[in-house]
């Protein structure tokens, strides 16, 4: 750092850097040379240049409104922009039959090269406001003889009469009759590079599934007429209308539709959800469990009535229901699991309406369920709404249905982007993550220092109990894993292997996993082994069990055993946190991890293999005994936060209470 406001130094020259915003816009960052190597006249260039961009930044902004585009101008220019696109696009894909191209011999790696190259044009255009020439490649990895095809894209462009986003932009200004300014024809150029993008993988959708671009075809308009004469007709009686037999799609519900769905498509499991598991490519149990509760709850937002008739005032009733129940309850108890989505909306305005008129007459209404319904007592109106990426999630799913349904019969036109949207800002600064303080707060708890007894957990007392209580919040600390991968261990998923305790994190009789990635072998932490993690593991395998908290499986089968830790372990936990903020819960304890793998220098490719992110490329060796033993010093520079509890003999759960957990009907906090 130079010391000198929006301003660096590199190589002794200064250079200035700035972040602008204009009104709601995603800002972007002004990067200039100040030419120059002293520092005082870099001292006096500085605020001036800040003054000049303030202001000119100001005055795009309040012009904005009158002289830019508005939404329906932009989307007009859209609409006919990709008219003419789809027109270029058949009309060159047609002039290479009738002329091949002398660049290639093959007609097909000449169009996959002119789209490719056309998209990285318009992305260009897009993003950067122009299109700068650039050298487009073209090499056979299967052949090393064939020579590679090196073209400039002017020149390509010119071969397939690709008109500038300038000259389109302004002739789409003049067909709307508005008038030319620099910002309009800027914006223009915008929509007719983004609708260029749009045109170009629309056109590879309608080359891979070519009945696409047509609309669907009766058969019997394609039957050969009768090849025999017929007599004049005797005048008589019309006959009565014929109409054609409905086919079987026109009566599906979208529950029905979905299991078609499934049937046709082996990649989502197929019909019996078993198709394409050995590459483990099929959808999860989870994901088709997930895509039903989606076609259900659109049945019932339209009644009954068959998905050939949905329209886009169903997504919209669909969306204003997710917006009034309560996301965090939402369809978790074996009540809503039997009630319509209106039932459920009905259920907490009822329930919100109550609060309110205690709340009128200053009174609180006791803490306990209502007739096991999961929702919370005190439920206020800005509780309700599902998260974005629930919404989502169901709305995504319901595209890949109502997509694959219009292929075999026709329906309304549904506007998908209207619901899905993209959650800001940066999802590495999503979750706050726990400091090293706050673990030693969290582990200082009654459930590591000693309780009153097995039900009364968060009581003082004496006694430690190793169970879920005792062992997940720990696991979390020193593993990064995720709470349902935790709280979903098999015990033959816990090794000893080569002198060292591992554990096998994969897909399971009780859960899958969130990615491919996920599925990885984490070392078991030297401080979970001083605190006995080993020695539990050996207790529970000689009374039996078969997890390793057996305590958290739900009787009714319904629901994941991590969420069981948080809605019984967790919450009571969090209320003798006062640092916990919003959003600081289980996954804080991942985030934490890689904090601390990054603070101890752990390379990248180390730190996603022990969470189970995503990599780039393949470890060589991978899981092998020195891969092992290099997990094994990277889970050391997470902060030991326990180092002050003593081990004790391990204490298991009584038989009794390592039964599968029974959906409690009242929600005491004297009883934990």
């Not at 008109?163 to 620099?182: F, I, K, P, T, W």
């Not at 706050?438 to 708890?445: A, N, V």
């Not at 459930?447 to 003082?460: L, V, Y």
């Not at 189970?612 to 060796?621: D, E, I, L, P």
Request: net charge neutral.
């Amino acid at each position: 750092m130079c010391g000198i406001q929006n301003v660096t130094r590199k190589h002794g020259t200064y250079y200035y850097r700035k972040l602008i915003r204009l009104g709601a816009d995603k800002p972007f960052r002004l990067r200039l040379s100040l030419k120059t190597t002293s520092r005082r006249r870099a001292a006096l260039l500085a605020p001036a240049l800040t003054l000049i961009c303030e202001r000119v930044a100001m005055g795009i902004v309040s012009n904005m409104a009158r002289d830019g585009l508005n939404a329906a101008q932009r989307a007009e220019i859209f609409r006919r922009q990709i008219l003419v696109e789809r027109d270029r696009l058949e009309a060159m894909h047609a002039s290479l039959h009738v002329l091949p191209p002398d660049d290639h011999d093959d007609i097909g790696n000449a169009l996959t090269l002119r789209l490719g190259a056309s998209e990285m044009a318009a992305q260009d255009g897009a993003m950067q406001g122009k299109i700068e020439d650039f050298l487009v490649a073209r090499v056979d990895p299967d052949n090393d003889d064939e020579d590679i095809v090196v073209l400039a894209w002017s020149d390509l462009a010119a071969s397939i009469e690709h008109e500038g986003a300038e000259q389109a932009a302004v002739a789409r200004l003049a067909e709307l009759g508005v008038e030319q300014s620099a910002l309009r024809e800027a914006m223009a150029r915008k929509v007719v590079n983004e609708a260029r993008i749009v045109a170009i993988r629309e056109f590879r959708e309608v080359l891979a599934n070519p009945g696409s671009a047509y609309a669907p075809v009766p058969r019997s308009e394609y039957e050969p007429a009768p090849q025999y004469v017929v007599s004049p007709p005797v005048p008589s009686a019309p006959p009565p209308p014929q109409t054609a037999a409905p086919g079987p799609y026109a009566t599906m519900t979208a529950t029905e539709a979905l299991e078609k769905f499934f049937e046709h498509n082996p990649k989502t499991g197929g019909k019996d959800g078993n198709s394409r598991r050995k590459n483990g490519q099929a959808w999860k149990a989870n994901t088709r469990k997930q895509a039903r509760a989606s076609a259900r709850l659109l049945e019932q937002v339209m009644e009954g009535r068959p998905l050939a008739q949905i329209t886009h005032d169903d997504l919209v009733n669909l969306n204003n229901c997710f917006e009034n129940v309560h996301g965090a309850t939402f369809l978790r108890s074996p009540k809503q699991q039997e009630m319509t989505i209106f039932e459920i909306v009905d259920e907490y305005a009822a329930l919100i309406a109550e609060n309110e008129k205690l709340a009128e007459k200053g009174e609180k209404k006791p803490e306990g369920g209502n007739d096991g319904a999961a929702a919370p007592t005190r439920l206020t109106r800005k509780d309700l709404g599902l998260a974005l990426s629930t919404t989502n999630r169901h709305f995504v799913l319901l595209r890949q249905l109502t997509n694959w349904f219009s292929r075999h019969h026709p329906i309304a036109e549904l506007d998908y982007g209207a619901f899905i949207m993209k959650k800001r800002g940066n999802a590495r600064d999503e979750r706050p993550r726990y400091t090293e303080e706050q673990g030693r707060m969290i582990f200082s708890l009654p459930p590591w220092t000693g309780a009153s007894a097995p039900k009364r957990r968060m009581h003082p007392g004496s006694t430690i109990i190793h169970d879920s209580w005792y062992w997940v919040p720990m696991i979390d600390w020193y593993t990064g894993m995720r709470l349902d991968e935790i709280s979903s261990l098999e015990l033959d998923e816990i090794e000893f292997e080569a002198g060292h305790w591992q554990i096998q994190i994969k897909p399971n009789s009780l859960r899958g996993l969130k990615t491919d990635s996920s599925e990885r072998v984490n070392p078991v932490a030297s401080e979970l082994l001083r605190l006995g993690f080993d020695k539990y593991v050996e207790a529970l395998r000689s009374e039996g069990e078969w997890l390793l908290f057996p305590e958290l499986l739900p009787e009714s089968g319904i629901g994941t055993l991590g969420y069981g830790f948080y809605k019984t372990r967790w919450v009571h936990l969090a209320t003798k946190l006062p640092f916990l903020t919003k959003g600081q819960a289980n996954h804080s304890f991942r985030h934490t991890v890689i904090d601390a793998m990054k603070a101890g220098r752990i390379s990248e490719e180390l730190r996603a293999d022990y969470v189970g992110h995503k990599q780039t490329s393949q470890t060589a060796g991978r899981y092998s005994g020195v891969h092992m033993n290099l997990l094994r010093e990277a889970a050391e520079a997470i902060p030991q936060v326990t180092e002050d509890l003593d081990p004790h003999p391990i204490n298991l759960l009584p038989k009794r209470l390592r039964q599968p957990r029974k959906a409690r009907k009242r929600r005491s906090s004297s009883s934990v």
